[in-house]
């Protein structure tokens, strides 16, 4: 059973930085595509950033690219999000996603999902 745990979250100002850490258990890691993905009050979940089974290539939504970089330690079974310079508008809950091969980038192509981490940004 693929179990993800997310961890990082909390609170911090406008401006900041925060790093989100995912652990995988309950699969072979480095088959898997893996993601983050976040979900605001009142709105959809949307794709923030993925990487693939190695690390070689990253995907990152525009609205957080030259500000969020995605990692992945293969080792560890664990896939980090870094996230500076943060604004009010990042505010959400971050889910870790996994996949299996290929990166996904759309909430119904995700094969299992974290049960989120709350990152709130105040201004």
């Known amino acids: 059973q693929v179990q993800l745990v997310e961890s990082g979250g909390g609170l911090v100002q406008a401006g900041g930085s925060l790093r989100l850490s995912c652990a995988a258990s309950g699969l072979t890691f480095s088959n898997y595509a893996m993601g983050w993905f976040r979900q605001a009050p009142g709105k959809e979940r949307e794709f923030v950033a993925a990487v693939t089974r190695r690390g070689a290539i990253r995907n990152y939504a525009d609205s957080v690219k030259g500000r969020f970089t995605i990692s992945r330690d293969n080792a560890k079974n664990t896939v980090y999000l870094q996230m500076n310079t943060l604004k009010p508008e990042d505010t959400a809950v971050y889910y870790c996603?996994?996949?299996?091969?290929?990166?996904?980038?759309?909430?119904?192509?995700?094969?299992?999902w974290g049960q989120g981490t709350q990152v709130t940004v105040s201004s």
């Open positions: 996603a996994a996949n299996s091969l290929v990166m996904a980038t759309k909430p119904r192509e995700v094969d299992s």
